[in-house]
């Protein structure tokens, strides 16, 4: 559960508002969020590597990822976790009890925020600079490194990898306090695929034997 929390935590925040800032880094994360907005729904499929330099540690985990406006459904099957909201209700299912634990999405709580706003964390609270052009995912992209205004966070900066082309995601890497390192890259992505509202809820009768919490 810790390690999913440190996921949503590292893709996720929210906003709608640049602050004036590197002009360069400023049209390319424009850009990026007009691209995104302009998708229906995204399918991802990526990689979630955890970095700790000084225990010498490199986790890596696959997932998959389904958005449809404030709707999401996070899969992680190594972790032993899926996760379903349709904006106001959470379903987080762990396969290994067979158990769900359902509450309530708080969009006033930062630990609420949600794999819905994976393409748009760069766009509050946020200094922002253009950093060069690297390959990422065998892409030609614009590197922007995302400095958080907010000093309590946990993290120091969030740095995007964006497609010089398309102007998607292609890696984010994020920095923390503590040493670690977390990087997410996507491997492929599919839009304006046809997703049921249905697909964003848990149905309990899919899972013979489930024990629920509800704790809403």
């Known amino acids: 559960m810790k390690r999913i929390l440190l996921f949503s935590a590292f893709i996720l925040f929210a906003g709608s508002i640049f602050a004036q800032q590197d002009p360069k880094a400023k049209e390319i994360l424009d850009k990026l969020s007009q691209t995104n907005k302009s998708y229906q729904t ?10 700790n330099k000084s ?13 449809k406006g404030k709707s999401y459904r996070l899969h992680m099957p190594a972790m032993g976790m899926e996760v ?3 904006g106001t209700t959470t379903w987080s299912y762990l396969t290994a009890s067979n158990e769900v634990n359902i509450s309530t999405v708080d969009p006033e709580s930062e630990a609420a925020l949600s794999p819905a706003n994976i393409f748009t964390i760069y766009e509050k609270g946020f200094n922002f600079t ?10 030609a992209a614009f590197v922007v490194d995302l400095f958080p205004t907010d000093k309590a966070k946990e993290f120091t900066k969030v740095r995007l990898f964006v497609d010089k082309l398309k102007y ?14 977390y990087t997410l890259a996507m491997k492929n992505m ?27």
């Open 42 to 51: 995204i399918q991802i499929d990526f990689s979630f590597t955890l970095e």
């Open 55 to 67: 225990g010498s540690i490199t986790e890596t985990n696959e997932g998959s990822v389904a958005l």
């Open 84 to 86: 379903f909201s349709d």
């Open 130 to 139: 253009y950093v060069d052009e690297e390959t990422a995912g065998g892409k």
């Open 168 to 181: 998607q995601i292609l890696k984010a890497r994020t920095f923390n306090k503590d040493g670690n390192a």
């Open 190 to 216: 599919k839009t304006d695929q046809n997703l049921a509202e249905d697909f964003f809820k848990f149905d309990k009768s899919k899972y013979p034997k489930v024990e629920v919490n509800d704790m809403r």
